[in-house]
């Protein structure tokens, strides 16, 4: 019943900056936290940064003052703002959803991904 939409990737060159976008629509009783995660061609999905519900942000060392997570509430959208890109950012990025759709139904939903390049 959760669908998510990324949107925002593109080309930019070292030390540029992106804003990817997440929104969530379907029915939605309550979320537990939302998650970017990316993965790069040949390698494992790499978590990235995580919201929870109570607004706490987390990020994964090598983003950490250059990545922020936001949430805006009344449209179910998260946002990812990356600053002062680099070569290695370059990945497909995928939101993901971790919540209930009912009182008893939990569920984890990923989106399509939207691709990140980082030149130079």
């Known amino acids: 019943q959760v669908q998510l939409v990324e949107s925002g990737g593109g080309l930019v060159q070292a030390g540029g900056s992106l804003r990817l976008s997440c929104t969530a629509s379907g029915t939605i009783f309550s979320f537990n936290s939302m998650g970017w995660y990316r993965q790069a061609p040949g390698k494992q999905r790499e978590l990235v940064a995580t919201?929870?519900?109570?607004?706490?942000?987390r990020y994964t060392e090598s983003v950490k003052g250059r990545f922020t997570m936001s949430r805006d509430r009344a449209g179910n959208t998260v946002y990812l703002q990356m600053n002062s890109l680099k070569p290695e950012d370059s990945a497909v990025y995928y939101c993901?959803?971790?919540?209930?759709?009912?009182?008893?139904?939990?569920?984890?939903?990923w989106g399509q991904g939207t691709q990140v390049t980082v030149s130079s």
């Open positions: 919201l929870s519900h109570e607004a706490v942000t």
């Open positions: 993901n959803f971790l919540g209930y759709m009912d009182p008893t139904t939990v569920m984890s939903t």
